[in-house]
C-alpha cells in the first residue's frame, strides 16, 4: 500500500508499543521526549517515534533518530484519511532541536520542534522553517 513503517494503531496500543502518544484523548509517555531533548543536548544516540492524532482519531507518526550530529526526521501521514494528495512518507534531516515554553492558542504549556533541516517535507511553521513535534500542555501534564 505504502512505505509506511507504521500501521493504524490505537492511540492506547501506540502507548503501549512505547510510543509518545499526542490526540483528543489527551497525551502518553512525554517524559520519552523529555529523554529525548537531554540527549540531544548531550548529544547521544537515541530514537523516538511520536503518534499524533488527528480529531478524527486518524494517526501520523513521526520518527526521530538522534545519530549524535543531526536529526534524522520522518513524517508519515500514510494512515490519516483526510491527509489530501501528499500522504506517505517523507525524510529529511534537522541540525537543530528546540523548545519554547509559554502561550499557544488558549493554553500554556511547552513546545518542541526541529529547525536547520535540510529539506522543506511540508514545514509546520514555512516563516520559521521549523517542524512541530509536540505541544505539552501545562495543565494537562500534571
Given amino acids: 500500500m505504502n512505505d509506511s513503517l507504521h500501521s493504524d494503531l490505537s ?8 510510543y509518545i502518544v499526542a490526540g483528543p484523548s489527551g497525551v502518553a509517555n512525554v517524559s520519552k521526549l523529555e529523554k529525548f531533548y537531554e540527549d540531544y543536548l548531550n548529544k547521544t544516540r537515541n530514537s523516538i517515534t511520536l503518534a499524533r492524532y488527528t480529531d478524527e482519531g486518524d494517526p501520523t507518526y513521526v520518527d526521530l533518530e538522534l545519530n549524535g550530529e543531526e536529526l534524522l526526521y520522518t513524517y508519515d501521514n500514510s494512515w490519516d484519511e ?61
Fill in 82 to 142: 483526510f491527509g489530501g494528495q501528499n500522504k506517505g512518507v517523507r525524510k529529511t534531516s534537522c541540525t537543530q532541536m528546540g523548545i519554547r515554553t509559554g502561550p499557544r492558542a488558549d493554553s500554556n504549556g511547552t513546545e518542541y520542534f526541529l529547525t536547520s533541516c535540510r529539506d522543506n517535507i511540508g514545514y509546520s511553521d514555512l516563516d520559521k522553517k521549523e517542524y512541530f513535534l509536540l505541544f505539552i500542555d501545562d495543565n494537562k501534564n500534571k
Fill in 11 to 18: 492511540p492506547k496500543d501506540a502507548a503501549t508499543k512505547g
